[in-house]
């Protein structure tokens, strides 16, 4: 059953340009290590605010992903520029 994760975090308007980045280097690198991740979107809620919306295709992949992703260059030059990240999984159950 696909997963959705939804990570929201605070960031620097002034930075951007280096987060849209560092999201795309930190999907290119999730996807090499972990080839379950089928969607990967950024969007700014408001100038500080942004969301990433990750779409899996199990909640197996997510797992997988999160043993392997933390800790390498691009998830940490990625969440260098944010605070107050905050995540929420959702497993779908119905899509039409």
Do not use: Y
Request: one cysteine or more.
């Amino acid at each position: 059953m696909p997963v959705i994760t939804v990570t929201r975090f605070q960031a620097d308007p002034a930075d951007a340009e280096q987060i849209r980045a560092r999201h795309a280097a930190l999907v290119a690198a999730t996807r090499a290590a972990c080839p379950g991740l089928t969607e990967a979107r950024l969007g700014r809620i408001d100038d500080e605010t942004w969301a990433g919306v990750w779409r899996w295709d199990s909640a197996e992949s997510l797992k997988a992903a999160r043993q392997a992703i933390p800790g390498n260059a691009e998830a940490v030059a990625a969440f260098s520029l944010t605070r107050d990240a905050a995540g929420e999984d959702i497993e779908v159950l119905d899509e039409h």
